[in-house]
């Protein structure tokens, strides 16, 4: 799959609650998720493993990020297939969202 389509993914069904701005006070940005997933998996597989099982199946119990559940509430299943979890997943392992 291409990068363009991995964009496409991210941008179409993430980035309306994980901004790359302050201004969505609902979600975190995606650069806080990025940090904190880099922290603990710089692999970029384990990165991929880890996104993509908890992306499909949002927890607290497996949460990296779980002082933003009590901030925010737990994130709502989207209801994606695996495999386009891990194309997202890599993406946002890739990609300078500073930019
Ligand atoms: C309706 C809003 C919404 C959408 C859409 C959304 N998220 Fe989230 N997401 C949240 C909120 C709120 C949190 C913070 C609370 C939490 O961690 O559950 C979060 C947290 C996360 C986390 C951190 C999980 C952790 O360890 O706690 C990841 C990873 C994540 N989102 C990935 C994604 C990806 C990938 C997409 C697109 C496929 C996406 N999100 C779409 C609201 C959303």
Same mark, same amino acid.
């Given at each position: 799959? #291409?990068?363009?389509?991995? &964009?496409?993914?991210?941008?179409?069904?993430? +980035?309306?609650?994980?901004? /790359?701005?302050? =201004? $969505?006070?609902?979600?975190?940005?995606?650069?806080?998720?990025? #940090?904190?997933?880099?922290? &603990?998996?710089?692999?970029?597989?384990?990165? +991929?493993?880890?996104?993509? /099982?908890?992306? =499909? $199946?949002?927890?607290?119990?497996?949460?990296?990020?779980?002082?933003?559940?009590?901030?925010?509430?737990?994130?709502?299943?989207?209801?994606?297939?695996?495999?386009?979890?891990?194309?997202?997943?890599?993406?946002?392992?890739?990609?300078?969202?500073?930019?």
């Amino acid at each position: 799959m #291409n990068a363009s389509y991995k &964009a496409l993914l991210f941008n179409g069904n993430c +980035i309306t609650c994980h901004k /790359t701005d302050n =201004l $969505n006070k609902s979600a975190p940005r995606i650069q806080e998720i990025q #940090n904190n997933y880099k922290n &603990a998996f710089p692999n970029k597989k384990d990165f +991929i493993d880890y996104m993509s /099982t908890w992306v =499909l $199946n949002p927890n607290e119990e497996t949460s990296l990020m779980s002082t933003d559940i009590k901030k925010y509430g737990l994130m709502p299943q989207l209801g994606y297939d695996k495999t386009t979890l891990e194309e997202i997943s890599e993406y946002i392992y890739d990609t300078n969202f500073d930019n």
